[in-house]
């Protein structure tokens, strides 16, 4: 079978992880091209990977690059604008978190795909990650009873790219940038299992003079089932990427992190290339992360991604299912702003979700 060929939106942080995890993990795909809104960028990726082609145009990678699928690793603002384009360009979509900044953005991102007869593949890693999956499958086959409650958290000292800080072009601060994973995660755990309803806290508190969103957040989820889910998520946390979950059941208690169970416990006078994410430095005492980008999942996410693309598979991760983490976030934000409980379904007065919390915080 001829390698399917894929166009990488972006030349960032998550691109790189993207380009890796294709070069080194799927011989079944081939990166023909790299768009980035600077044309140097764009540039310099496409010659660090080896890449054939390059654009600084959306338009013209999508509809020239030969690509049939279209890779999209952009700011938060930009992936509705991708979408509807590549779609009706005819070219399948991975995209990564969050799905779109607004429920009407995602709306019409996972209608044109519907009409267009394209797949919208969401990118979220957790629900591939080898040792979270490994987690569900002990879950699934009963290994600690019924799941009465789950807990996710992703922490660290704060994004990579200036962007994440500007609600205009991010569309939330820490609960949109890493508060995804949770809620996804807890919904592939529960097998989609309807949110109910949803309460949360947050604030900023080490961002300020960077960001007026939330820089630390604690949701909680009540599922249709009975299970209660809390998400904990910081950019205040120092010493690198913290990623972790439980799961506590009638019948045991799982407890798993993504990143200490795979690290070499380091000591430097003096320093080092690189530990983990986010990690500010290397000097004395630190974890040294492997294979970092498989343990993620990322590999795993994108190679079923092609298989379906291949095969002409349904993903199991889907543009609905972004569409469904946003809500839960926007009812999050506005319980954040409200102090209370919010039930589910929730129906947005604004266009951000960002804009519920931010209504109260300043009043």
């Known amino acids: 079978m001829p390698k399917t060929k894929v166009a ?13 995890s294709y070069h080194r993990f799927i011989p079944e795909a081939e990166v023909v091209a790299v768009y980035a809104r600077n044309a140097d960028k764009a540039k310099a990726f496409a010659s660090k990977h080896n890449i054939p082609a390059w654009f600084d145009d959306l338009d013209a990678i999508i509809n020239e690059s030969g690509c049939e699928v279209v890779d999209i690793c952009l700011p938060n603002f930009l992936h509705a604008t991708a979408t509807l384009k590549a779609a009706a360009a005819g070219k399948h979509i991975i995209i990564e978190k969050p799905l779109a900044v607004t429920l009407e953005e995602a709306d019409s991102m996972i209608d044109a795909c519907k009409k267009a007869g394209v797949k919208l593949m969401y990118a979220e890693e957790l629900c591939f990650a080898p040792k979270y999956e490994r987690v569900r499958k002990m879950v699934n086959d009963g290994g600690v009873g019924s799941i009465y409650m789950l807990k996710q958290g992703e922490k660290h000292s704060g994004p990579h790219s200036d962007w994440f800080y500007n609600k205009e072009l991010s569309g939330g601060g820490v609960l949109m940038d890493m508060g995804c994973h949770a809620v996804e995660w807890f919904r592939w755990m529960l097998n989609n299992n309807k949110a109910v309803s ?39 946390k120092h010493g690198g990427m913290d990623d972790r979950c439980e799961v506590y059941g009638t019948g045991g208690v799982v407890y798993a992190d993504l990143f200490m169970g795979n690290a070499a416990v380091s000591y430097s006078k003096h320093g080092y290339d690189y530990a983990m994410e986010k990690a500010d430095t290397t ?20 190679k079923h991604f092609i298989e379906c693309v291949q095969q002409d598979k349904k993903p199991l991760v889907t543009g609905e299912d972004g569409r ?34 931010l209504e109260q915080k300043t009043k």
């Open 324 to 357: 469904a983490v946003l809500e839960i976030i926007y009812a999050a934000y506005a319980s954040a702003g409200l102090g209370k409980k919010i039930m589910l379904p929730f129906h947005a007065t604004v266009s951000k979700p960002i804009d519920l919390w």
């Open 8 to 20: 990488l939106l972006g030349a960032g942080f998550i691109a790189d992880i993207h380009f890796e």
């Open 283 to 302: 000097v004395g005492w630190s974890f040294t992360i492997f294979e970092e980008v498989f343990n993620q999942g990322y590999p795993h996410e994108l």
């Open 198 to 236: 949803v309460y949360a806290t947050m604030s900023t508190v080490l961002h300020k003079d960077r960001t007026d969103c939330e820089d630390n957040s604690v949701v909680i989820i009540e599922f249709e089932n009975g299970v209660t889910a809390i998400a904990e998520n910081s950019w205040a």
